[in-house]
């Protein structure tokens, strides 16, 4: 049970069903992942450049694009010209977007507390800060390893 690997393997398995209750949650709200990561970050950090937007949510340039469009369509988002720079645009949540973005936000954020009860406060803290040890462990370990193979 206290394997480097059977550790792994229970992160994997349990992130990977934390992830298909999200993304069910998200799907029930008529919105693919995408898209409600583009509306969620616009609700949070409030309007951004297009490329500033596909880092946040973790998107290739193409993909965020994409993904602009499609919600430009729906009338949710609409891009903004920057005017000390032709070739950029800021992409801001329209009435309509911002109206739907609250709305399955709360009901996104109710069903994922609904996964995390199974931890109480104190639990949540722990977990969060072991993760986060985790993966600074691991960025770190694949900075050496990138280093060493250049």
Same mark, same amino acid.
């Given at each position: &049970?206290?394997?480097? +690997?059977?550790? *792994?393997?229970?992160? *994997?398995?349990?992130?990977? !069903?934390?992830?298909?209750? @999200?993304? /069910? ?11 409600? !990561? ?14 500033? $937007? ?9 993909? &965020?694009? @994409?993904?602009v469009d499609r919600l430009e369509k729906r009338g949710l988002v609409e891009r903004r010209d920057v005017p000390t720079?032709?070739? @950029?645009? +800021?992409?801001? $949540?329209?009435?309509?977007? %911002?109206? #739907? ?5 709360? /009901?996104? !954020?109710?069903?994922?507390?609904? +996964? &995390? ?8 803290? /722990?977990?969060?800060? #072991? ?11 694949? /900075?050496?390893?990138?280093?060493? %193979?250049?």
């Amino acid at each position: &049970m206290g394997t480097s +690997v059977n550790t *792994w393997l229970i992160l *994997w398995k349990s992130t990977r !069903a934390v992830e298909l209750y @999200a993304h /069910q949650s998200i799907e029930s709200l008529d919105l693919g992942v995408t898209d409600f !990561a583009v509306l969620e970050a616009l609700l949070h950090k409030g309007p951004l450049l297009i490329n500033a $937007l596909g880092k946040v949510v973790l998107l290739t340039s193409g993909s &965020m694009t @994409a993904a602009v469009d499609r919600l430009e369509k729906r009338g949710l988002v609409e891009r903004r010209d920057v005017p000390t720079d032709r070739r @950029a645009c +800021v992409v801001h $949540l329209t009435g309509k977007g %911002n109206s #739907l973005i609250k709305k399955a936000f709360s /009901q996104h !954020a109710s069903d994922i507390e609904r +996964v &995390m009860s199974v931890l109480n406060s104190t639990e949540r803290k /722990q977990f969060a800060a #072991l993760l986060i040890k985790l993966k600074n462990a691991a960025d770190e370990l694949r /900075q050496k390893k990138g280093e060493l %193979n250049e």
